[in-house]
């Protein structure tokens, strides 16, 4: 495992970007991470395929974000004028994390993911543990049945009871 | 069976080269279309009569094909855990449930809806690691593996990327003997946590389908194992050993009928003596072990095939489905580009950290695990096939392991619970977890007849009522009054009686009818109700019946 740093991958997500000139940065989860973007598929090493990770490559100005394939992994659908003004707002935003690349990581441990004190959780034998101490993120496994589970039906925008009627899909497309 | 199916493709093949040809001289399309449907219909009518094939005359058959290849086969396995709750949430899940009752908005993706770990999950994988050797993560994490599926509601699966619980396993099995017996170690690559996504069904009609989110956000570890096997029997022991372990550790019940067990199948085939794997095809839809067995085979004999025609290219990377109507396998999609997840960790949840006590403890809480009880079973002197019956349920282990401990002879424990005992509970449809009966009970019965005092038929008939009505073995020998008839005198008065009684039959016997024996040791029997020790009774008998001149 080699030192994860910031790496940004093409896909990032489009869910920043409304509107005008100007890209607004909003930190969706108020708390800064450190994401590694894999591109593709992986699973067992022994796959002929190994998963790709991008390089510092992708943040060039050389590779240009391919705005369509973005939209349409993402299900989002484009104008042409859109597809054609997103590109380079895009852009901006990778080089602007971009500048994360500058750090000097050689001393610094790989971090698996953002460590907060309220990020770990710990399995001591006991189970009586100190929350506020440890932050812990577990539940027991104890059944609670949601009361408003009507509220939720009612709430489908199409419903064959007692299941949801979807259109036909036949296979998992990408 | 393979053999059979290849000689269903062996046929075909001369059909398939013409009609490539034709295809590429562009003319004469439909001919070809004809006769492939043609052939199809052949070999499905064929295929339904000859599913039953000696599974030792399938495997010479293979060999026979693929001496000069070598396959290479590995398996995903997808382990539903048995949890009382779901995996992120505290929705309760039962299988067979009305469909859409077991809800709420985190498994149902809603707005702002937060997953929350459950604690059994993180339990069930350590057993679950520790069980197969692997090397667990002290540290590890959940990922996002995006994709859009009516059954997912989130438009995500919340799993584990690169960082899985638990790497570098490994798996030991006996192969069974009808297959060659033998021992093998498999490889496992990693396990790691997921959830399972719901269940998406096509209505008749084809214009919609339909959706049940019960199963959504259920618990499931994914096994990948090293592509260690080579033949479809050992893939199929495989799978059956990776549900022995599940059911002896209790984290699921790994029905493959119910789904919690599913397994999908990568075989590839390479001229022996290369190092590089060939182009591997994917198999899903298995839904018994036996199937795995026959996809496999048919899939190793398929590709083998193309290879030994010079087509090896025409064999590319896809899923294929496994037709059990038609024992084959079937093209699934004819595109199948790398799919891309853009996994990214998951904000949401936080690192899971264990600790080596928390290991410690989940380690000193397992059972004894399936090939440490074959092994043992094997130093007590009991056969190969009794190992493999005995060990294979964990609640028919125990039990034979506490009658044992009662003192009962080793290999008279095993004969009536894998005899009698067992002939029981499939009459019944029981687990040997309902019967009355009770180790100890069972001990006592081997030794009051390995002591004599009732004789082996009267110990079948006490066994009966023991396993149906529960009770004690000394209680009934009591109130029957079944103590084995043993004394000389007595057994030679009831004799003496009988032949009395019996003029005619003894006159026959002295005649030279001596199949009579018989007919008077079942009158003894009769009279002292079934008492009279047999070896003494039929001593006595010849010795009574050529006596008197």
């Not at chain 1, 240009?64 to 973005?70: K, N, S, T």
């Not at chain 2, 002939?423 to 007849?449: F, G, M, R, T």
């Not at chain 2, 029997?525 to 008998?541: E, F, Q, T």
Request: proline share 5%; net charge neutral.
């Amino acid at each position: 495992m080699a030192t994860r740093g910031l790496l940004l991958g093409r896909s990032f997500p489009l869910l920043l970007i409304h509107s005008s000139k100007t890209v607004k940065l909003t930190h969706g989860y108020g708390r800064r991470s450190s994401y590694s973007f894999l591109g593709e598929s992986c699973s067992p090493c022994w796959r002929q395929n190994s998963a790709a990770r991008f390089s510092a490559k992708a943040l060039s100005n050389e590779e240009a974000p391919d705005v369509r394939r973005l939209a349409q992994t993402a299900r989002i659908s484009l104008t042409e004028q859109e597809v054609e003004d997103f590109g380079p707002k895009i852009q901006q935003v990778i080089e602007w994390f971009g500048q994360l690349q500058g750090v000097d990581l050689k001393q610094v441990e790989p971090g698996i993911r953002a460590a907060t004190a309220a990020g770990k959780c710990f399995f001591p034998l006991s189970k009586v543990l100190d929350e506020a101490e440890e932050g812990v993120n577990l539940r027991d496994d104890v059944p609670v049945t949601f009361p408003k589970a009507d509220a939720i039906i009612e709430g489908l925008p199409s419903y064959d009871a007692p299941y949801v009627r979807v259109p036909k899909f036949l296979h998992k497309e990408d | 069976m393979a053999s059979t199916l290849f000689r269903n493709v062996i046929q075909a093949q001369p059909l398939f080269l013409n009609s490539s040809a034709l295809l590429r001289r562009k003319n004469g399309v439909l001919y070809c279309t004809m006769t492939q449907t043609a052939t199809e219909e052949k070999q499905q009518q064929k295929s339904p009569q000859k599913i039953k094939v000696p599974p030792q005359k399938q495997m010479k058959e293979v060999s026979k094909i693929g001496a000069d290849y070598e396959a290479v086969i590995g398996i995903e396995t997808h382990v539903q855990l048995s949890t009382l709750t779901k995996a992120f949430c505290s929705c309760p899940y039962s299988y067979g449930a009305q469909p859409n009752t077991c809800i709420c908005p985190v498994c149902m993706g809603l707005p702002g809806a937060l997953p929350v770990l459950n604690s059994k999950v993180i339990e069930c994988a350590v057993k679950l690691a520790l069980a197969l050797n692997c090397r667990l993560s002290f540290s590890s994490k959940f990922d996002r593996k995006q994709y859009f599926y009516p059954d997912l509601p989130k438009g995500y699966q919340i799993s584990q990327f690169d960082i899985p619980i638990a790497t570098g396993g490994s798996i030991d099995l006996d192969l069974p003997l009808e297959f060659g017996g033998g021992h093998r170690r498999f490889g496992i690559t990693r396990i790691h946590m997921e959830e399972d996504a719901g269940k998406l069904m096509h209505s008749g009609n084809g214009s919609y389908s339909q959706v049940d989110l019960n199963r959504a956000g259920v618990p499931l570890l994914e096994i990948v194992s090293e592509p260690d096997m080579r033949t479809g029997i050992e893939a199929s022991e495989y799978a059956a050993e990776l549900q022995r372990v599940v059911r002896y550790l209790g984290v699921s019940n790994g029905n493959m009928q119910e789904g919690s067990l599913r397994c999908d199948v990568n075989v590839s085939v390479r001229p022996i003596g290369q190092a590089e794997f060939g182009t591997k095809v994917e198999i899903k839809n298995l839904n018994s072990f036996s199937a795995i067995n026959r996809a496999i085979d048919f899939e190793i004999s398929r590709q083998v095939n193309l290879h030994s025609q010079g087509q090896q290219d025409s064999i590319v990377q896809e899923t294929r489905l496994w037709e059990e109507g038609a024992q084959k396998t079937v093209t699934m999609r004819k595109k199948e580009g790398l799919a891309d997840y853009r996994y990214f960790p998951e904000p949401d949840l936080p690192e899971v950290v264990l600790t080596k006590a928390y290991m410690d403890s989940v380690g000193k809480s397992l059972p004894e695990l399936p090939e440490a009880k074959r092994r043992r079973y094997e130093e007590m002197g009991l056969s190969m096939q009794d190992v493999l019956f005995l060990a294979n349920d964990i609640a028919v282990a125990d039990f034979f392991d506490a009658t044992i401990q009662k003192g009962a002879d080793v290999k008279l424990a095993a004969n009536w619970i894998m005899g009698d005992i067992a002939a029981y509970l499939k009459n019944e449809k029981l687990s040997i977890n309902d019967i009355k009966l009770v180790p100890h009970e069972l001990a006592e019965l081997i030794a009051s007849i390995k002591s004599g005092t009732i004789s082996g038929k009267i110990g079948k008939e006490i066994l009966f009522e023991l396993l149906a009505k529960g009770g004690t073995v000394k209680g009934l020998i009591e109130e029957k009054d079944l103590v084995q008839i043993t004394d000389l005198v007595d057994i030679e008065k009831m004799v003496d009686k009988v032949i009395a009684e019996n003029p005619k039959q003894l006159e026959q016997y002295r005649s030279g009818k001596t199949k009579l024996q018989g007919y008077f040791a079942g009158q003894v029997m009769k009279a002292s109700k079934g008492k009279a020790n047999p070896g003494i009774l039929n001593k006595v008998l010849v010795e009574k019946l050529n006596a008197k001149v």
